[in-house]
């Protein structure tokens, strides 16, 4: 298998910080578990298969982060939006786009995202957003 490319509908959402309680338990927030579930019900629906590069596999990443334009943004805009030259600086960060998903895929895709061995997260502008993601083995004759 060279390498399997997932989308994970919606606009893209980053990783949110731990919280604690008043008692001092530390719980993730319910919009990040939500958005992991998202992630882990998209991959195996469409790839279907649990680790497909084996146990010890180093990994790779790659993230395109497809962000819906603003209703607001103009026609030129738009168009420089679409094709490319202007890009989102904007939150979410691309670190925690990049955590959220390879944190919902331990143990689906690869055992653990310590396994990553080289990622990518960019971010764009499109018409319909969501999150586009390819995974393969990191192999240098790859």
Same mark, same amino acid.
């Given at each position: 298998?060279?390498?399997?490319?997932?989308?994970?509908?919606?606009?893209?959402?980053?990783?949110?910080?731990?919280? &604690?309680?008043?008692?001092?338990?530390?719980?993730?927030?319910?919009?990040?578990?939500?958005?992991?579930?998202?992630?882990?019900?998209?991959? &195996?629906?469409?790839?279907?298969?649990?680790?497909?590069?084996?146990?010890?596999?180093?990994?790779?990443?790659?993230?395109?982060?497809?962000?819906?334009?603003?209703?607001?943004?103009?026609?030129?805009?738009?168009? #420089?939006? #679409?094709?490319?030259?202007?890009?989102?600086?904007?939150?979410?960060?691309?670190?925690?786009?990049?955590?959220?998903?390879?944190?919902? #895929?331990?143990?689906?895709?690869?055992?653990?995202?310590?396994?990553?061995?080289?990622?990518?997260?960019?971010?764009?502008?499109?018409?319909?957003?969501?999150?586009?993601?390819?995974?393969?083995?990191?192999?240098?004759?790859?």
């Amino acid at each position: 298998m060279s390498s399997i490319t997932f989308t994970i509908p919606g606009e893209p959402r980053a990783k949110g910080r731990p919280r &604690m309680t008043e008692s001092g338990h530390v719980y993730t927030p319910k919009n990040t578990t939500t958005y992991e579930n998202l992630v882990k019900i998209t991959y &195996m629906n469409e790839v279907r298969k649990v680790m497909p590069f084996g146990q010890d596999a180093q990994i790779r990443i790659d993230i395109l982060a497809q962000m819906a334009i603003p209703k607001s943004a103009s026609k030129k805009a738009k168009a #420089l939006m #679409l094709a490319g030259i202007e890009k989102p600086a904007k939150k979410p960060d691309f670190d925690n786009v990049g955590k959220v998903i390879c944190d919902a #895929l331990n143990g689906l895709a690869y055992r653990d995202d310590s396994a990553i061995t080289t990622a990518t997260v960019r971010k764009r502008w499109a018409s319909v957003p969501c999150v586009v993601v390819t995974i393969c083995e990191d192999r240098e004759d790859a």
